[in-house]
């Protein structure tokens, strides 16, 4: 299988393992099965990673009856780990088939560990068949490394019996600008007593999501930081900083206040990735009051769109693992099927970036629960206009270092000196 550039691969020295995002369940030990018909799988979240995995196995099966997955319930961080490990024992051979990444992890582990990971150069997979945002996160060299599967795409959802009461609908916060946001907010804000937006104090979700909705990014392609200077990250924070002093945004302590925020009632929307509208759903007493629409836009900003992601991730397969076979299964399932995103997204809530999924009859059907809205029918079709953004080996490391630098605007720094020192730290990171 073809391998990245000798210079890709030594683009980053070995780095301390990234321990981001927590899931639920236990780990263990696999490798690759080597038997022609066999799969082992590593992923985490029973009820929608490997319940998709359980169900794409089911889908495989009817022109292959007898394929079999392996699949062991492996917790993100515990993943992570065992990727680090493994890479600096070489004990490639405790790899299993496929595994799962995260995509913003997905180019710093690649670049890191070459030799962890296969590629797609040889597959039937047609990658333009999903949102080139994307693919962008695990492709290096112009070879792809990951299959997408679920989507981050990025939404507005708001309530629409407290719009109402402030004399607007779900169609003026939909193709608007930050600036006419931030001033319905406002007004929102004046006749009802809610705010529209929260967040967690000193994380840049929000600040991401804007920031690619431009293309904008913290590094360039060549993963240097171009964080100081950044116009479009100061556009960002700006348009972060006077929502949080207007009141349009409530900053909270936790993921928990986060998500009471809305569904108690306390702030009147969110924008987040697609994956936030099951936490939603919890609100039952809200069921029919909610509806979702694009994002506003950067104004003034060249290339700046209404459509941004957050989260997400892809399957890798890995170097010592049956290639072939993980390359048919996926290319057949996540990668081909509509009938296998149209099992899932029911049950699951799990919404493709496979974009021809989204032209099938279960995509298009309402959803009561957001004034009956086809929701992921649109999502589907944000999701293909979502500029790129370039992560690379340090992104974690950006993200840190701006949120810190946003806490300090907030407080009163310049934006400028937050960010020349955001850039200084990433800058002696990288040393």
Not at 400 to 424: C, N, P, R, W, Y
């Amino acid at each position: 299988m073809k391998r990245m550039t000798k210079a890709a691969a030594m683009a980053a020295a070995a780095i301390l393992p990234l321990f981001a995002l927590t899931a639920c369940g236990s780990g263990g030990d696999a490798e690759g099965s080597g038997d022609g018909n066999t799969l082992t799988v590593w992923a985490w979240d029973p009820s929608f990673n490997i319940y998709a995995m359980k169900e794409a196995e089911k889908v495989y099966q009817k022109d292959h009856p007898d394929f079999e997955l392996k699949i062991v319930e492996t917790p993100w961080d515990d993943l992570q780990a065992k990727l680090t490990t493994i890479a600096q024992s070489q004990q490639f051979d405790e790899l299993p088939d496929i595994f799962l990444m995260q995509n913003s992890a997905f180019q710093k582990n690649v670049i890191n560990y070459p030799d962890v990971f296969g590629d797609y150069a040889d597959a039937d997979i047609d990658f333009s068949e999903f949102p080139q945002s994307v693919t962008a996160y695990s492709t290096i060299d112009d070879v792809n490394y990951g299959v997408p599967f679920d989507s981050g795409t990025a939404v507005s959802a708001l309530r629409t019996d407290v719009l109402e009461q402030a004399g607007y609908t779900i169609d003026d916060f939909t193709s608007t600008t930050w600036d006419d946001f931030i001033t319905k907010g406002k007004d929102v804000l004046a006749k009802t007593g809610k705010p529209l937006l929260s967040g967690i104090a000193g994380s840049s979700d929000l600040l991401s999501i804007i920031l690619q909705s431009a293309g904008g990014s913290l590094f360039d392609k060549d993963g240097q930081p171009t964080i100081a200077g950044n116009d479009v990250l100061i556009d960002a924070i700006e348009v972060y900083t006077e929502l949080v002093k207007s009141g349009v945004f409530v900053e909270v302590n936790s993921w928990d206040e986060y998500i009471s925020s809305f569904v108690n009632g306390s702030v009147a929307g969110t924008i987040n990735g697609i994956w936030i509208a099951g936490s939603i759903q919890t609100a039952k007493d809200q069921a029919g009051k909610w509806a979702v629409t694009d994002l506003p836009k950067l104004d003034g900003v060249p290339n700046a769109t209404n459509y941004s992601a957050n989260g997400g991730s892809s399957w890798a397969i890995s170097s010592t693992g049956d290639a072939t076979l993980a390359a048919d299964f996926l290319a057949s399932t996540f990668a081909g099927s509509t009938d296998f995103y149209d099992t899932i997204l029911p049950k699951a809530g799990a919404v493709a970036n496979w974009i021809p999924a989204g032209k099938s009859s279960v995509y298009a059907e309402p959803s009561a629960f957001f004034s009956g809205q086809p929701i992921f029918q649109k999502v589907v079709e944000f999701g293909a206009k979502v500029p790129s953004s370039n992560t690379g080996v340090y992104f974690f490391e950006g993200r840190d270092a701006v949120s810190a630098a946003m806490t300090k605007v907030i407080a009163g720094t310049s934006i400028e000196d937050a960010l020349d020192e955001a850039q200084a730290n990433v800058e002696f990171a990288m040393n």
